[in-house]
């Protein structure tokens, strides 16, 4: 099956400091991918949609100046996250679309665990 | 715009019996698809199943089958045979077909978290 990875699976960082999380498609090739947040004990919140080679489409009140999306290939999206403060600390999914037996569906990585100190 | 409602925050059943889960939905659109995905402790977002809207017949992924009114725009799981893997969050989620444009994003309902007791 359609496998996605993202990295890093937990980091900490300190407040003022960007970090950086991939994703990457391990065995397709993703021409949109999508990036969530969540919440404890809340459901997924659509941050932004990453197409490959154009820029990210931002949901409504999401900072793109804070939350850079590079989606340079068909099997890697980035979100940076800039200048963190302890509210950016939330739990990060992303998403690589693709088509399987003729349905679309989205394929979810693993997550990452953002701690801001 | 499409919205996802499940009504029912949090469910617990006995192991090896049969619960349901509840989701509507809202969308002008005719063609669509709907899942539903399991969350376990781990946070791994895993599909359970899914539909297609032009499919009259429900789908059915071994122990999981749903309810798929599209009339009704419902669209509930049951869970047969529950055993305690089957402990997470649950959530319904609605995604119109893929365009030349790209593909179009899930809309989840708000979740609702299944345990299996002993």
Redesign the interface.
């Known amino acids: 099956g359609a496998v996605v990875s993202q990295h890093p699976s937990w980091v900490i960082c300190k407040s003022g400091t960007s970090v950086k999380i991939e994703c990457r498609s391990l065995d397709f090739q993703a021409?949109?991918m999508?990036w969530y947040r969540?919440f404890p004990?809340?459901?997924?919140m659509?941050m932004a949609?990453s197409?490959e080679g154009s820029k990210a489409t931002y949901e409504q009140g999401v900072e793109k100046d804070k939350f850079l999306i590079n989606h340079a290939s068909l099997t890697l999206s980035t979100l940076t996250v800039t200048s963190a403060h302890p509210e950016d600390s939330s739990?990060y999914?992303c998403?690589a679309?693709g088509?399987v037996a003729g349905?679309?569906?989205?394929f979810?990585g693993?997550?990452t665990r953002l701690t801001v100190l | 715009a499409q919205t996802v409602t499940q009504s029912q925050p949090e469910m617990s059943v006995q192991e090896a019996e049969t619960v349901t889960l509840s989701c509507t939905y809202d969308t002008s659109e005719n063609n669509y698809?709907l899942?539903w995905?399991k969350q376990p402790p781990?946070?791994?977002?895993i599909?359970v199943i899914?539909q297609?809207a032009y499919k009259q017949q429900n789908a059915t992924e071994n122990r999981f089958s749903v309810n798929f009114q599209k009339a009704a725009k419902s669209f509930s799981l049951k869970i047969s045979d529950s055993q305690l893997g089957d402990t997470a969050m649950y959530?319904c989620a609605f995604?119109k077909?893929?365009t030349q444009g790209?593909?179009?994003?899930?809309v989840?309902?708000?979740?609702t978290?299944l345990t299996v007791n002993p």
């Open positions: 021409t949109t999508f969540q004990k809340q459901s997924l659509l949609t197409n739990f999914i998403s679309s088509r349905v679309d569906e989205q979810f693993p997550g | 698809y899942f995905y781990s946070r791994q977002m599909l899914r297609e959530f995604m077909p893929m790209g593909s179009e994003k899930l989840f309902g708000k979740g978290k």
